[in-house]
C-alpha cells in the first residue's frame, strides 16, 4: 500500500516538473474588468477605431510599410513633415458621436513604435514633429466632454525600438542587440502614463506581441488592471487567459461565451490610403446588425488624413449610418445576440421580451425559423409596415410584404410572453 502511495507521489512529482504543476496552485485564474464594467462595454455595441500617424503623408499602411515599400530612413523621418493643421479633436469626436459611436480607441503606438502621445520614455514621438501637439490628450478631452469613453491601441511590439526582439521589414528581422526586461521595462511605463495621463480609459487595446511571451504579457495586464481596475483589456498582449474580450479582425466573429469585438475597416486600408476603396452604407450596416446579432461589439476603423481631417466621404459614410441608428437603435445599443443563430434571411438580436429580427435579404417572401418556448404576443415591423407573423409547434413564419421590404434591413419586432435570451427551444 505505502510503495503505491509513493508510486503515486513520485508520478505527480514528475508530472508537475514536466507541464507546470497544478494550474489552480501556480497559475490562479487571471483577474478580470469587473462584470458591470464588460456589461457596459457591451451595451455600447459600436465604436471608432483611429490609426493615424506620420504614415498618413505616404498614404501606406501603418507600421508594415516601414522598410518595404518604404525605406526604414526615410519612414523614421516621416515625423519631422507631419503637420497636421487641421487637426481638431472635437471635430473628430462629433463625427463619432454622428455615427452612433459611442467609444473610441486610439493608436498611441503602432508597430512602427512612433508615439502619438507625450511620452517621457521615447523622443520619437508627436511633441517632436513641428505639429509638436498631445493629439491623444486633445482627443481623450474632446471625447470626455462629447460622452464618448476614450481607449488606447498600443502594439506590443514595436519594430523600431532596439531592444524588441525584431525590427523591419514586416517585424521579421531579429535585433542583433535585443534586452526583452528594458523593452517590457519600456512598455509598462508607458502604459503608466497612458492611464495616468489620459485615464480614466474603456480599454487598452493591445496587438501583436509577437515573442513578448505569456508571463510578460500577464504581468503588463496586471499592471494596467492595478492602475485602472474598471479598465477592459483585449486578447493580443501576449496572455489571452487575461484578456476580457476577443478580437475578430477584418471578420464578424461568430456566437460564443467569450465577449468579443470585431475590428474592421471602413476602407481596406488601417492607415489613409488616397482613393481607398470605402465600404457600402449597405455593407456597413450588414456588419453592424451581423456583429451584434453575434452578441460581438464592432470597431469601426478610419484613418485620417495627413493634414488632420478625417476624409469627408468616409466622415459622410459614417453620418449615413448614424441616421439609421437614429431611427433604429434601440435594436442595437444594449441589444445582446440571438436568440435565433445568423442564417441566410438576415441576424436577430433582443432586450428582455423582445426580438428584433433583421431581415437582410429583401427577396425573400417568407423567413422560416425555428420554434420557440415562448408565446408571440405581438408584432410590428420598426422600419415601417407590418409583418405576417405564424407561429406553430414546428416554428415561426415571418413575411413582410414587398412595398414593405427594406433594401438593407427590414426590423421585424416580436413581443414575447416572457424573456427573449432563452427563448429558443
Ligand atoms: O492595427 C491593425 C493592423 O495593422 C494590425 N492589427 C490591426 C488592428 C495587424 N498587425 N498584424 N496583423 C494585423 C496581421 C498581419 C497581417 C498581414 Fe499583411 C497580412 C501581414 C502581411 C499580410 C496587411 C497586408 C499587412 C501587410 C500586408
Known amino acids: 500500500m505505502r510503495s503505491i502511495a509513493a508510486f503515486t507521489i513520485v508520478c505527480c512529482f514528475a508530472y508537475f516538473a514536466l507541464f507546470g504543476g497544478p494550474a489552480a496552485a501556480e497559475n490562479p485564474p487571471a483577474s478580470k474588468a469587473p462584470p458591470e464594467a464588460l456589461k457596459k462595454w457591451q451595451d455600447m455595441r459600436f465604436g471608432m477605431f483611429i490609426h493615424w500617424g506620420p504614415v498618413s503623408l505616404k498614404g501606406t499602411e501603418i507600421g508594415w510599410s516601414r522598410g518595404r515599400p518604404i525605406p526604414i530612413e526615410e519612414y523614421d523621418n516621416l515625423y519631422k513633415q507631419f503637420n497636421p493643421e487641421k487637426f481638431d479633436a472635437d471635430r473628430w469626436a462629433q463625427i463619432a458621436k454622428d455615427a452612433g459611436m459611442k467609444y473610441m480607441v486610439f493608436t498611441t503606438k503602432h508597430h512602427d513604435g512612433f508615439c ?24 481623450a478631452d474632446a471625447c470626455r466632454r462629447q460622452g464618448i469613453k476614450f481607449g488606447t491601441y498600443h502594439s506590443v511590439c514595436d519594430w523600431h525600438n532596439p531592444n524588441f526582439s525584431f525590427g523591419s521589414p514586416h517585424g521579421k528581422v531579429p535585433n542583433p542587440n535585443p534586452d526583452m526586461d528594458r523593452y517590457e521595462e519600456y512598455i509598462t511605463k508607458q502604459v503608466e502614463e497612458l492611464i495616468r495621463n489620459y485615464g480614466p480609459l474603456v480599454t487598452m487595446w493591445f496587438d501583436v506581441p509577437q515573442d513578448f511571451g505569456r508571463p510578460r504579457g500577464a504581468k503588463l495586464v496586471a499592471k494596467v488592471r492595478a492602475l485602472q481596475p474598471d479598465i477592459l483589456v483585449n486578447n493580443r498582449s501576449g496572455e489571452p487567459d487575461a484578456a476580457d ?27 489613409w490610403k488616397p482613393d481607398d476603396h470605402l465600404k457600402s452604407l449597405k455593407e456597413c450596416l450588414h456588419t453592424l446588425v451581423k456583429v451584434v446579432g453575434g452578441d460581438g461589439n464592432l470597431l469601426l476603423n478610419v484613418g485620417p ?8 466621404r468616409q466622415a459622410e459614410r459614417l453620418r449615413e449610418i448614424g441616421r439609421w441608428l437614429e431611427q433604429y437603435g434601440e435594436s442595437i445599443y444594449g441589444a445582446r445576440g440571438g436568440p435565433f443563430p445568423r442564417g441566410d434571411w438576415g441576424t436577430a438580436t433582443h432586450k428582455e421580451n423582445t426580438i428584433y429580427l433583421h431581415l437582410l435579404d429583401p427577396s425573400l417572401d417568407v423567413v422560416k425559423l425555428p420554434p ?7 408584432s410590428s415591423v420598426l422600419t415601417g409596415g407590418s409583418a405576417a407573423v405564424d407561429q406553430t409547434d414546428s416554428g415561426i413564419e415571418v413575411s413582410v410584404p414587398k412595398s414593405d421590404r427594406r433594401e438593407i434591413d427590414t426590423i421585424v419586432v416580436l413581443k414575447l410572453d416572457g424573456p427573449a435570451a432563452d427563448a429558443l427551444e
Do not use: H
Not at 495627413?306 to 469627408?312: A, K, L
Not at 420557440?372 to 405581438?378: C, E, G, L, N, P
Open 116 to 139: 502619438m502621445f507625450d511620452t517621457k520614455q521615447t523622443d520619437f514621438n508627436v511633441m517632436k514633429s513641428p505639429f509638436s501637439r498631445d493629439v491623444t490628450k486633445e482627443l
Open 245 to 271: 474580450y476577443e478580437t475578430p479582425e477584418q471578420r464578424i466573429g461568430e456566437m460564443q461565451k467569450k465577449p468579443w469585438e470585431t475590428c474592421m475597416t471602413i476602407c481596406t486600408q488601417w492607415a
Open 305 to 312: 488624413m495627413p493634414d488632420g481631417r478625417i476624409e469627408p
Open 372 to 378: 420557440i418556448k415562448r408565446k408571440i404576443v405581438s
